[in-house]
Nanobody, 115 residues
Framework: VQLVQSGGGLVQPGGSLRLSCAAS????????MSWYRQAPGKERELVAA????????NYADSVKGRFTISRDNAKNTVYLQMNSLKPEDTAVYYC?????????WGQGTQVTVSS
């Protein structure tokens, strides 16, 4: 299993970014995918999740209405569109899949929201 992330970077408050996570090594459409984040000095937290077929999503209260998780099963890729970014969204973001009782993480992507 491989999860390769792209996107992220530095953005001003109120701006937008899109993260991508390209998956390989498993039947992508059969598994729920998630995005987590970890800010300095804080525990890793769930940001958003999406079912295998993409029909059901859920979000942390802190990002509801601002972030959108989506997936393209033809491209084996999951996305996190982040709008109206706030300084408190600054963190390293990770994509995640649990498969066969094992946890797999992307390499992490830094998102910094600052003026």
């Amino acid at each position: 299993v491989q999860l390769v992330q792209s996107g992220g970077g530095l953005v001003q408050p109120g701006g937008s970014l899109r993260l991508s996570c390209a998956a390989s090594g498993f039947t992508f459409s059969s598994y729920a995918m998630s995005w987590y984040r970890q800010a300095p000095g804080k525990e890793r937290e769930l940001v958003a999740a999406i079912t295998g077929a993409g029909g059901i999503t859920n979000y942390a209260d802190s990002v509801k209405g601002r972030f959108t998780i989506s997936r393209d099963n033809a491209k084996n890729t999951v996305y996190l569109q982040m709008n109206s970014l706030k300084p408190e969204d600054t963190a390293v973001y990770y994509c995640y899949v649990r498969r066969m009782a094992s946890n797999y993480w992307g390499q992490g992507t830094q998102v910094t929201v600052s003026s």
